[in-house]
């Protein structure tokens, strides 16, 4: 298997929803990331997990909480988003041994819209 | 936050013609990947360059580096329709943070 699989692949919520997206990958990677990307923008880096454990949050707000529970799974729980948080969520894993031969796999991506 | 730049934002060129895309960034890198994206879906890596490298190829791709410039160039040759999408260059840090960040893309349409 070498994809990640990312659900819902289209995701509308109201500003009071609590909703999640999922991430998921069997090929053994212990890196994974979450990108946010705008309309013709490139994707912007949120939160990296290195072997379960969150290793970078660029200052993304609470309302975004990531999850890892185990090393297949990355969760994204969203909470009293704001219209502006409408883009394209993207999840991507990436070997951490020889991570200079290998490039990171992307899922296919939520595109969440906020109402 | 994003890397760096990317020349030009948008190319257009005739199937068969050669397209060059350049990329600049700003701190050290490990290495600088290249991706291409179609209609606002998921990024496909293309090609990984490490910071030791100069050139390097792929089937129809070509990729140099210049760190003491802290640029990089894709040349995709022979280019198609199917090409047509949006192309980024990404840098991963020397921290080995895992921290990889992209450029503003270049947007390559290729008319048949």
């Known amino acids: 298997d070498t994809e990640v699989t990312q659900t819902p692949k289209h995701l509308v919520m109201g500003m009071t929803n609590k909703k999640s997206l999922k991430c998921e990958q069997h090929m053994g990677h212990r890196a994974m990331y979450w990108y946010k990307q705008k309309a013709k923008k490139p994707p912007e880096l949120m939160f990296v997990?290195?072997?379960?454990?969150?290793?970078i949050n660029e200052s993304v707000p609470s309302r975004f909480s990531p999850e890892c529970p185990n090393s297949s799974l990355l969760n994204l729980h969203l909470h009293a988003l704001q219209p502006e948080d409408s883009a394209l969520y993207l999840c991507?894993?990436?070997?951490?041994?020889?991570?200079?031969?290998?490039?990171?796999?992307f899922g296919s991506g939520t595109r969440l819209t906020v109402v | 936050s994003q890397q760096g730049e990317e020349d030009p934002q948008a190319l257009s060129i005739q199937e068969g013609e050669n397209a060059t895309m350049n990329c600049s960034y700003k701190?050290?890198?490990?290495?600088l990947q290249w991706y291409r994206q179609n209609s606002g879906r998921g990024l496909v890596h293309l090609i990984l360059?490490?910071?030791?490298?100069r050139e390097k190829h792929s089937g129809r791709l070509r990729v140099t580096l210049d760190t003491s410039k802290k640029s990089s160039s894709l040349l995709i040759t022979a280019s198609r329709a199917a090409d047509t999408a949006s192309y980024f260059c990404a840098t991963d840090g020397p921290l080995r943070n895992n921290d990889m960040r992209f450029g503003a893309g270049t947007r390559l349409t290729v008319k048949p």
């Open positions: 991507a894993s990436s070997q951490t041994r020889d991570r200079d031969r290998y490039g990171y796999t």
């Open positions: 701190t050290s890198i490990n290495n």
């Open positions: 997990y290195s072997y379960e454990k969150l290793s």
């Open positions: 360059i490490r910071s030791n490298e």
